[in-house]
């Protein structure tokens, strides 16, 4: 994962940033990525050749999440690179098990990190809380596979969790040999440095999700992060919980 794990108070927490309509964003068979994200945004999103039209991106309001592993570019030194993929396969498996089950979708998975998008909700403060639920059952789930894995000698694998709600652009990314659909903007690169300062199991919420989630979570304030100079900075928060008839909790 990306960053170094460090914040002033985020650089400090500690040590270490629709269209009304809601719609399933579970995996299907047959159904690629690119119909969830026309779903997910509302707006037909078009292919193209080596001129592009007008209409291939579109803009909405969503809440997106970067989960990565801290330490991952030391971990296969550690093992053998046949039990290095087979615990990155087992970890993504769960992960992204985790999220479909809070209907989130998932925009890439690669290496260690995974995005995801939450959007297309009733409301943006129900995709808001979606994300936050989704982040907390993954972090939940993380601390029980690296309960086995002590039990059985292996590594374990330390999470960063960060999440940012505000406009993003959603289309097709790439040269023309090669696109894919993912989004881009300021809150998807507050989620990513988010994540990089996350300490190992923490999840840090942005202060525009938090404002939307404070009523339904439990969390603190966890300082603030500075992207540029020009940026007024923002304020992050460590959640470690949901307030649901039954408490989930990150571990």
């Not at 801290?70 to 990155?88: A, H, Q, T, V, Y």
């Not at 996350?198 to 939307?212: D, H, S, V």
């Not at 966890?222 to 940026?231: E, F, K, N, Q, Y």
Request: charged residues 25%.
């Amino acid at each position: 994962m990306a960053g170094n794990r460090g914040v002033s108070q985020m650089e400090g927490p500690g040590k270490r940033e629709g269209t009304g309509q809601r719609v399933p964003l579970k995996a299907e068979p047959g159904r690629g990525r690119e119909a969830e994200w026309r779903e997910i945004s509302g707006h037909h999103v078009a292919s193209y050749g080596t001129e592009p039209p007008a209409g291939i991106g579109a803009r909405l309001t969503a809440t997106v999440m970067f989960c990565g592993i801290e330490g991952f570019s030391r971990i296969p030194n550690d093992f053998s690179p046949d039990l290095f993929m087979l615990l990155l396969n087992e970890h993504h498996a769960a992960m992204t098990s985790a999220l479909f089950e809070h209907e989130g979708a998932l925009d890439q998975c690669r290496g260690d990190e995974l995005i995801a998008v939450f959007g297309g909700t009733p409301s943006i403060e129900e995709g808001a809380l979606r994300c936050v639920r989704a982040a907390v059952t993954m972090a939940a789930r993380n601390h029980e596979l690296n309960a086995l894995r002590r039990k059985k000698g292996l590594p374990v694998f330390e999470l960063g969790l960060g999440i940012c709600t505000g406009e993003v652009v959603v289309g097709h990314i790439g040269a023309s040999a090669f696109r894919e659909m993912t989004v881009v903007g300021e809150t998807v690169a507050v989620a990513r440095r988010l994540c990089s300062l996350a300490m190992p199991g923490q999840i840090l919420a942005a202060e525009p999700t938090y404002r939307l989630v404070a009523s339904r979570v439990r969390g603190k304030a966890a300082g603030s992060l500075t992207r540029r100079p020009d940026m007024n900075p923002v304020n992050a928060y460590a959640v470690d919980g949901v307030l649901e008839e039954k408490m989930l909790v990150c571990r």
